[in-house]
Antibody
Framework: QVQLGQSGAAVKEPGASVRVSCRIS????????IHWVRQAPGQGLEWMAL????????LYTQKLQGRGTVTMDTTTSTINLDLSSLRSDDTAVYYC?????????????WGQGTLVTVSS | QSVLTQPPSASGTPGQRVTISCSGS????????VNWYLQLPGTAPKLLIY???QRPSGVPDRFSGSKSGTSASLAISGLQSEDEADYYC???????????FGGGTKLTVL
């Protein structure tokens, strides 16, 4: 079955960097776009980025101001979100999600979420 | 403030029909299809409706979606206690070139 398994929680100091990983199984890795969505404590959902594993293309929200990078490892079917120059307002649960139907931006499978806490 | 506007809360009694609205603009809902998600506390969101009115397999037909112009709605009929959750609408925004979400609606089953 389709599974998106994410890395564990992380606690980082302001200014540091973090990597959140999303390991994919149960389908052909390159056939579906993967998106990153975050949710600050008690807040709504916020879209961060996407990657097309088949075309190696990425797209980011301008709100990241160049601090985010999405990469992939085809040997392990893993998608990584790297976030640098962390700030307190980056504290959130980060989800990876699969786009179910190309062009619909609808997400049918989600990872379990990774809590990133930025605190001194 | 979210790009898509949802009421912060909604409520109903078991068996009732409730609707949740989602208002946007020409660059998002007016130009693209709308998706709806349900989120229970401490869990990842779950896709309820995609492409305005399509249900993924396994989603009961009590859930339905519609879109008109720059607004969309999610309707839940035969309300059940397990429907108590947060609901989010989402779509692509052509101007911002991002996926935009509504602020979420907390549904309470009285």
């Amino acid at each position: 079955q389709v599974q998106l398994g994410q890395s564990g929680a992380a606690v980082k100091e302001p200014g540091a960097s973090v990597r959140v990983s999303c390991r994919i199984s149960g389908y052909t890795f390159t056939n579906y776009y993967i998106h990153w969505v975050r949710q600050a404590p008690g807040q709504g959902l916020e879209w961060m980025a996407l990657i097309n594993p088949g075309g190696h293309t990425t797209l980011y929200t301008q709100k990241l101001q160049g601090r985010g990078t999405v990469t992939m490892d085809t040997t392990t079917s893993t998608i990584n979100l790297d976030l640098s120059s962390l700030r307190s307002d980056d504290t959130a649960v980060y989800y990876c999600a699969r786009e179910s139907h190309s062009g619909t931006y609808s997400f049918d499978y989600w990872g379990q979420g990774t809590l990133v806490t930025v605190s001194s | 403030q979210s790009v898509l506007t949802q009421p912060p809360s909604a409520s109903g009694t078991p068996g009732q029909r409730v609707t949740i609205s989602c208002s946007g603009s020409n660059s998002n809902i007016g130009s693209n299809s709308v998706n709806w998600y349900l989120q229970l506390p401490g869990t990842a969101p779950k896709l309820l409706i995609y492409s305005n009115n399509q249900r993924p397999s396994g989603v009961p037909d009590r859930f339905s979606g519609s879109k008109s112009g720059t607004s969309a709605s999610l309707a839940i009929s035969g309300l059940q206690s397990e429907d108590e959750a947060d609901y989010y609408c989402a779509t692509w925004d052509d101007s911002l070139t991002v996926v935009v979400f509504g602020g979420g609606t907390k549904l309470t089953v009285l």
